[in-house]
Nanobody
């Protein structure tokens, strides 16, 4: 079992940057593919980015490719999402997720963070 705490959201102007962090509890962090999802008001939760257990493979939604970068530090049980070139349509609550033995696309995440709000003003 793993518990996730995600932080780093905030209010930023269009074109700005934010870095989200997610710290996982427990000793089995390397058993989990990690990723980020987001949910905007009135919309379904959607996949944003994912990374395999070793960090060798990453996946991104088409809408964030070239702007967002996911990474992980297994020595710190932490996964990051660097978001550059933010747009108003990136406004959402962002959730960290963990998928045990999953792929970089996190098809079945079993654990979620509490969410952190990202608001991009135009």
């Amino acid at each position: 079992q793993v518990q996730l705490v995600d932080t780093g959201g905030g209010l930023v102007q269009a074109g700005g940057s934010l870095r989200l962090s997610c710290v996982a509890s427990g000793r089995t962090f390397t058993a989990y593919a990690m990723g980020w999802f987001r949910q905007a008001p009135g919309k379904e939760r959607e996949f944003v980015a994912g990374i395999t257990r070793s960090g060798a493979i990453t996946s991104y939604a088409d809408s964030v490719k070239g702007r967002f970068t996911i990474s992980r530090d297994n020595s710190r049980n932490t996964v990051y999402l660097q978001m550059n070139g933010l747009k108003p349509e990136d406004t959402a609550v962002y959730y960290c997720a963990a998928d045990k033995y999953g792929s970089s696309q996190l098809s079945s995440p079993g654990y979620w963070g509490q969410g952190t709000q990202v608001t991009v003003s135009s």
